[in-house]
């Protein structure tokens, strides 16, 4: 498939023509640095969101089945449309396709404000609202992913992966707590009219951005996304990492969508909901910071395999905590581990994924953040079920089994090498 790039310092590289690069900082390019100030806004309004949503479902209904009902509004849209947006990624002009996305959410998060602020707000309308949000977060992911290594030359791909993943991390750690401010103090109609502007900001910075056009030699769409599957399928470390990426979200990371629920056992209300939501985005931000250290690190396949068993059984320590006092720390030391795994994972994918199946190939991993959100719907079951204590257990287990036996039974993940001259 013939490509043709555009307008970036020099083409990110895929890792895959031998050459050895010095690194460097992506905020040396003042792209980046626009780009970073955008994403950062439009990160701090998922953040804000999520949380407001949460608190908004469980105060209308108080049942942790439907905060999980809510996660899969979301992610469910947002899995199936990601598939096809990796496609158009690598076909249109994705910062068209970024300020076509960003332009829906910010107008749904501003009709959900204007529907809290007149109290004529449903829970069904919730819902179908989060499935029109997830329609535009699926189109606006794989582009996301896509769009920003073109704006760096190859040697700061990996300070741009990292400094990328670090932005809903860092929103992890403020939004959630200044959410819960926001909520107590002005309501949740304000939670969500900030939600929108940073979309909005979103907006406005992609005008001052190139773009990246990718002309496809195929004309059949389905054609193109085969492509992409049969080129992760015949890479037997990208199957791993993507497979264990799944399993390391769908089965963890539900604990965050059904939050309320969680610190209902401790007398919590949204203040405790923001701290915890705080401390894991604070652990996660501690996670990408040092996967920055180690990615390029001999043992980069260790890393990955211990950071998701560090994980899993810190997960294992908050399902069983007895109050906040255990419960924070324990949501830090999770999220530092989940992390270090996703991005030393996404890493090693970005760097040697070929530039003319990225989008396809992003698309398809930017599935975890739709299992980010859809583990929601799979804890907030087994918590409706047996109870959030009980709950809770079961994924951590499910994870733990399936790190043990990739460490197993995949040598080439368990040996992965991160070095810039060691990525085949």
Sequence with gaps: MAAERANSPSQSASANDGATVQPSSAFRYAKFRIWWAGSFAAMAGVRLNQVALTVLVFDI??????????????????????????????RLNTRLVLAFSTSI??????????????????????????????????LDEPSRETYFTSLIPKEALRSAVTNNGA????????????????????????????????????????????????????????????????????????????????????FGAGWIQILPAYVDRFDGDATQVGFLFSAAGLGALTGIIISGKLNSSKYVGRVILGACLLFSTSLLAMALSPGMAISIPAAYVAHLGNGLFMMSSRTAIQIRVEEHVRGRVMGIVMITNSLFVLSGLFTGTMAAAFGVKTGMLVGPFIIISAALIMMATQPLLRNLDGRPDNTD
Excluded: C
């Design 105 to 138: 959410i910010a107008t749904v998060l501003s009709v959900i404000a204007v529907l809290v602020i007149t109290e004529a707000i449903e829970i069904w309308h919730i819902f179908a609202l989060a499935a029109l949000n997830g329609v535009a977060l699926g």
């Design 167 to 250: 932005l809903r991390a860092s929103n992890s750690v403020l939004m959630p707590t200044l959410g819960g401010v926001i909520i107590s103090i002005a309501g949740l109609s304000a939670a969500f009219f900030i939600a929108a502007g940073g979309w909005a900001v979103m907006l406005v910075t992609l005008l001052f951005l190139p773009s990246r056009k990718v002309v496809s030699a195929s004309r059949n769409p389905i054609r193109d996304l085969t492509e992409g599957f049969r080129y992760i399928a015949q890479r037997r470390v990208f199957k791993a990492i993507i497979a264990l990426s799944f399993v390391n979200i769908f």
């Design 61 to 90: 209904t108080g049942s942790a089945l439907d905060l999980g009902v809510l996660a899969a509004s979301t992610a469910l849209p947002t899995i199936f449309v990601s598939i096809f947006g990796g496609v158009l990624a690598d």
